[in-house]
């Protein structure tokens, strides 16, 4: 009940007075509570349908036919990258779809719109989300009509984009499978193992030499097998099944005709994830003509070892990875190894180590290029000794040009082999006195221009000052007292001395090639005791300090030796510094590992020496220093230092026949040293 008052005053009677109305509202609270319940369901519902649509990635969308305009919610203006919150036009809208789409979606509106299919929309169309990107959108929508007329359409729409990807990617494998199936003639088949039925495409079938409509079960495919065959192909099926193992078998299929063909068959088993069920998925395929080929090989390889083993070459077969898969009777016999023992690459154990890498190189290349093989090795025998061997191959090829290998034979050589060594010896070892002749003629070429040049200059000039006083002496008249006749005479005997000392050191440095040179161990200090006593006068005069330490015992020609530190010597005394006492050491050191890097030239199967002969005299420019060394040339005037220009160039030789090095350094008026390097050895 309802109960409303009113206070009322009476201006007559003076009173006041409490209207009251009472009114039942059961069906009022009723109606109330019942509108209530059904706004708080509503608004459920509005909350379950926005949770689905956040969840599902879904927006909504409603057109009004009227005015044209299309209301969005926040995901579809998403999907549309539509960023304004007001309505859009539907013109504006169509603009957003893709060009080859436009046309399909407007059919769609306008035949829902005229009531076709009770007014529903459902269609995919793509969009360009930008300038390198489509997307694919779902779209499911309904008209409401108001007295057959059509006031809304209310709609969603959803982002299929990997969903058409998916499906695309998928209609892409499915069309590789079928083409490979038609290419490669290979039936398919799917077992549902709890039915016994079979889905097979129509090759497969005709495989069994089952008609394309027939209904294939497993108890009927077994039929269709060879009853040789048929247990095995029983146990292995179930097998796979059981352990849930790949299924793979050959075997024959007897038809209607006389004739026999084998099929291949195989299988992987899987489970339903949803329902639980077992399939097994396969192929198979005729491989009839494969069997009777192989059929056909193995009548000819047995035709070829027969021939093989009664050959008395080593014959042998190859694969094209390197490895062996048949040796005759004659390898056997001559490695006295087994054919297991040979097979595969167990035979390199018999090759010499040296030449298995150069074998795999020829053998990798031939095989490459498909061409004829040759490789010489050296194989160890059933004696146990090497010998040299001549390998020759031919690729093998089956099918349509398929490499598959190498055939060859090998023959022993050893004995060709050994003569080719020696021969190659021979124009080794003549090449080598062939080049040293050659070499040796170029230096003497050589040392003859330089005679040629002392004949013409060095020779010619005492000549021509002994003709030149001989001349003024003809022409002295007897009673002429003012000339010195003595005078001349002297320049004559002095200009006489030189042409001899010209002509002994020729011969001496001539003698050096001629010579015998016979090594014996040689004191060097005995031999520069030697020459000091001979220089013993010119010591005593340039009062000469001799600081000599302790020299080796070497292998050498004893008269050079002497001949070599006479010079050395005598060019220390010659030229000193007359404004200082004359200083002249000689030492000796045995090189080190050390020292030896500093001359790579020398060989490391002997110990060296480096021998120094060094003064204070008046030293040279460093950038002469190989000058020295040349026959005939000299530094310094030969008017105030006597010498020939000879003897340097003969310490040069004498160090050249004994497989050594001389070395000069200097600095100008501080003096020289003569750098020894010779072997403790001759080999």
């Known amino acids: 009940m309802l109960l409303n008052g009113q206070l009322i005053t009476s201006q007559d009677l003076k009173e006041d007075l409490i209207l009251l109305a ?11 509570e019942r509108i209530a319940r059904k706004q708080e369901q509503v608004r459920n519902n509005e909350e379950r349908l926005r949770l689905a649509l956040d969840g599902t990635k879904t927006g909504t969308w409603e057109f009004n036919p009227a ?16 960023s304004s919150d007001a309505p859009v036009e539907y013109d504006t809208f169509i603009k957003a779809i893709h060009p080859l789409d436009v046309e399909g979606v407007k059919g769609a509106v306008q035949a829902a719109l005229a009531g076709i299919d009770n007014g529903q929309i459902n269609i995919d169309f793509r969009i360009t989300a930008s300038e390198d990107r489509i997307k694919w959108i779902s779209c499911k929508a309904q008209v409401f009509f108001e007295e057959r007329i059509a006031n809304r359409i209310l709609g969603v729409v959803t982002d299929v984009t990997e969903s058409k990807q998916y499906q695309r990617h998928l209609q892409d494998v499915n069309n590789r499978l079928n083409f490979a199936l038609e290419t490669g003639k290979l039936g398919s088949w799917e077992l549902n193992v709890e039915t016994g039925i079979l889905e097979c495409n129509e090759l497969c079938k005709a495989n069994y030499g089952l008609p394309a409509n027939a209904v294939v079960t497993i108890d009927k495919l077994l039929q269709a097998i060879h009853a040789e065959d048929r247990t095995r192909v029983r146990e292995a099926l179930d097998i796979a099944l059981a352990n849930q193992t790949p299924f793979s078998e050959e075997y024959r299929i007897k038809g209607h005709d006389p004739v026999i063909r084998w099929v291949m068959a195989r299988g992987q088993s899987v489970t339903d994830e949803q329902t639980g069920v077992k399939h097994m998925i396969g192929i198979t395929q005729d491989i009839t003509e494969r069997k009777q080929a192989q059929l056909h090989l193995q009548q000819s390889e047995a035709y070829f070892r027969m021939i093989a083993d009664t050959a008395p070459a080593m014959i042998w077969i190859a694969e094209k990875d390197g490895s062996f898969s048949f040796f005759n009777k004659a390898w056997q016999k001559y490695t006295g190894r087994s054919m297991d023992q040979d097979k595969d690459k167990g035979w390199y154990d018999i090759m010499h180590q040296d030449d298995i890498d150069k074998w795999k190189i020829n053998f990798s290349r031939s095989s490459r290029d498909r061409r004829n093989f040759y490789a010489e090795f050296r194989l160890k025998r059933q004696d146990g000794s090497y010998h040299w061997l001549s ?18 034979a090998c023959v022993d050589i050893d004995d060709q082999k050994m003569v080719e060594d020696a021969l190659e010896r021979k124009v080794r070892e003549r090449t080598i006195a062939l080049e040293e002749a050659n070499a040796n003629l170029s230096k003497r070429n050589h040392e003859l221009e330089q ?3 002392i004949t013409s200059h060095d020779l010619q000039e005492p000549l021509r000052k002994i003709r030149l006083f001989a001349d003024m002496l003809e022409s002295v ?34 003698r050096l090639e001629l010579g015998e040179n016979a090594f014996l161990p040689v004191d060097l200090n005995q031999i520069v005791a030697n020459v000091t006593e001979d220089f013993e006068l010119l010591i005593r005069e340039k009062q000469a300090q001799m600081e000599i330490s302790e020299l080796p015992v070497l292998d050498a020609v004893p008269l050079q030796m002497n001949q070599l530190f006479y010079n050395l010597i005598g060019n220390a005394l010659k030229f000193s510094n007359p404004n200082d006492s004359c200083r002249i050491t000689i030492s000796a050191k045995k090189l080190t590992a050390t020292d030896m890097n500093d001359y790579p030239h020398l060989s490391k199967n002997t110990s060296w020496y480096r021998i120094v002969v060094a003064d204070n005299g008046i030293g040279f420019n460093q950038s002469y220093a190989d000058k020295l060394f040349v026959i005939f040339q000299r530094l310094n005037q030969k008017e105030k230092f006597e010498g020939t220009g000879i003897g340097l160039a003969l310490c040069r030789k004498i160090m050249d026949i004994h497989n050594g090095d001389i070395q000069a350094f200097g600095v100008e008026h501080q003096g020289a040293a003569f750098h020894i390097i010779i072997p403790e050895l001759q080999q």
């Open 22 to 32: 009472i009114e039942d509202i059961s069906e009022v609270r009723e109606a109330r």
């Open 391 to 408: 390998c020759s191959g031919i690729p093998r090829f089956i099918g349509q040009d398929e490499f598959v290998g190498f055939i060859g």
């Open 67 to 82: 005015t044209r305009e299309i209301l969005l919610s926040d995901r579809s203006r998403e999907l549309f990258n539509i």
């Open 477 to 510: 008249k007897p009673d002429n007292n003012k000339i010195d006749t003595r005078l001349y005479l002297g320049k004559v005997k002095q200009s006489a001395i030189r042409m001899s000392d010209l002509i002994r050191d020729l011969i001496a440095y001539s």
């Open 451 to 453: 005679f040629v040049f």
